[in-house]
């Protein structure tokens, strides 16, 4: 029974590869096949590739007497990447999953489901922390010590590592788990991980070079420190040298640990799976309730499913935080790069204004949320449509949606932009203008494809959303409008930012009132036929 849950379990994990998500059907074993020879290239090619590299750059430190420290850092990063690969499966497959009750139901001891489950996220551990120690220790038999004794430390330094990630993973998973459930929106949850997540991995992926040198070039002083403030760590690393005083200890801790946990969650994974979250009692009192017309109704409408998904907000609504990080940008080091521009580019006329207004402009084009809007209405469209509201009033709902989504921040970075650069009073409102025409057209366009493009057999909501052939059409008639925008910057604003930015905005609103002509003359005969 233990195996049949556990091949349950990874076969959840990688269903993708398995089950057409556009279709809702089996692959052929020729796609399977596919599938897991990219994902091993991935792992094993890229992934592996990159750590080993980094695996040689630190070998100097067995040269000067710190190979403890080439281990420490690299089962550290090892313990880091394991983390990231399974603390969210942890929390969707061992705590929050979602065929808790029907196993439960089932004559299976809860038991035997808890360490099929815990078995799934250690061999998820083992996999994305392999990926670094077994380059970490490979290089060194290689290239340091082949003994047999070197080899056995090795394998037990992977053993350590990925079991130390299933600890962690454990209770990080419990974690997440427990607030997730106090939690009324657990959307916004999701994509505060995976923005601290992009946070962190594009922080550590531009300093990783140079942390790497400022630790080669200072390896003495670190480890003194290391050794008198950080003991565990200098001993975790010296283990890997062969130093058995030091292995011995280390897997005894960490196999007590592994039990610690097992122990705990045989004794409450019940409780813990079958946890409800919290629940309010609601004292009834009598209000009035608010009317909105049709137009707000369908807006809020939109808004409600917009912000109850993570998937529809990371995939198109991450303009938004990169418009909000742009506009920060500008109000520190705007001047610097409004500097290096007009050097560069001449300062004519405002250059340097009119360039950053359009690379502000296509930061926006990432935003298309009324792309997949009409796709994601599915079977209810036919609902949505019996409604006493007709079809222009549902595509211009999706248009308001988008520039409800879009605009504020778009507007915020133009504001910035104004404030950081301090040009002219016509130049700053035409900016401010030309911005806001920009959203309106990717706005309307975005509905455009979402009405041209429309896809109503998908079986999982983020295939209209990630897949969707809309989605891309509209970013890329985005993309394609920003650098119109920035060419014309270059070539047209040698007599001045503002009557450029006035041309840009009137062939803007032309262009926006074309596709919404479009939309309330075409558009219901084209939803009529969906």
Wanted: with cysteine.
């Amino acid at each position: 029974m233990l195996r049949t849950l556990l091949k349950k379990q990874l076969s959840e994990i990688f269903r993708a590869y398995f089950v057409d998500q556009k279709k809702g059907a089996a692959r052929n074993r020729g796609a399977t096949i596919a599938f897991f020879v990219l994902f091993a290239l991935l792992m094993v090619g890229v992934l592996g590739g990159i750590f080993t590299s980094m695996a040689l750059n630190l070998l100097p430190l067995a040269e000067v007497g710190l190979g403890w420290m080439y281990f420490a850092v690299m089962g550290l990063i090892g313990l880091v990447l394991g983390l990231f690969g399974s603390v969210f499966n942890t929390y969707a497959g061992l705590y929050l999953a979602k065929d808790n009750d029907l196993l439960l139901s089932l004559p299976i001891p809860p038991r035997t489901v808890m360490n099929a489950r815990l078995l799934g996220v250690y061999l998820m551990a083992l996999l994305y922390s392999a990926v670094v120690t077994v380059p970490m220790a490979a290089v060194w038999l290689i290239r340091v010590d082949n003994s047999p004794a070197a080899l056995l430390c090795g394998l037990l330094m992977i053993l350590v590592v990925s079991l130390l990630t299933t600890v962690l993973s454990a209770l990080l998973g419990y974690v997440v788990a427990k607030v997730s459930l106090r939690l009324k929106n657990k959307s916004f949850l999701t994509v505060l991980l995976a923005l601290l997540f992009l946070a962190a991995y594009y922080f550590f992926y531009f300093k990783a070079s140079s942390l790497l040198q400022s630790l080669l070039l200072n390896a003495e002083t670190i480890g003194e420190r290391v050794r008198g403030d950080a003991l565990p760590l200098f001993l975790f690393g010296q283990a890997g040298t062969g130093d058995w005083s030091a292995m011995l200890p280390l897997l005894a801790v960490t196999l007590a640990l592994s039990a610690l946990v097992w122990w705990l969650l045989s004794r409450s994974f019940l409780r813990i799976v079958t946890a409800t979250g919290k629940t309010e009692r609601m004292i009834y009192r009598e209000k009035a309730v608010k009317v909105h017309s049709p137009a707000s109704a369908l807006l809020r409408r939109e808004l409600r499913h917009f912000f109850s998904n993570s998937g529809y907000m990371l995939n198109c609504g991450m303009g938004c935080v990169f418009q909000a990080a742009a506009g920060v940008a500008l109000l520190w080091k705007g001047n610097v790069v409004a500097g290096a521009l007009d050097r560069v580019f001449g300062g004519g006329g405002g250059t340097a204004a009119a360039l950053l207004c359009g690379a502000c402009c296509m930061i926006s084009a990432i935003d298309v949320p009324a792309a997949p809007s009409l796709s994601l209405e599915g079977k209810s469209l036919g609902l949505l449509r019996a409604l006493p509201v007709g079809d222009w009033e549902l595509l211009r709902a999706k248009v308001r949606f988008q520039l409800a989504v879009s605009l504020p921040t778009a507007l915020f970075c133009a504001l910035c932009l104004d404030i950081a650069l301090a040009p002219d009073l016509l130049t700053a409102l035409f900016v401010l203008t030309t911005t806001a025409a920009f959203c309106l057209f990717c706005a309307a366009f975005a509905a455009v494809m979402g009405l041209v493009k429309a896809n109503f057999t998908w079986t999982r909501e983020l295939v209209p959303i990630k897949q969707g052939i809309a989605v891309l059409l509209a970013m890329l008639g985005g993309a394609v409008a920003g650098f119109l925008l920035l060419g014309g910057a270059l070539l047209f604003t040698a007599n001045g930012a503002a009557l450029y930015l006035a041309a840009a905005t009137v062939v803007l609103l032309a262009l926006s009132l074309l596709l919404l002509r479009w939309l309330k003359l075409i558009g219901p005969e084209r939803m009529a036929r969906l």
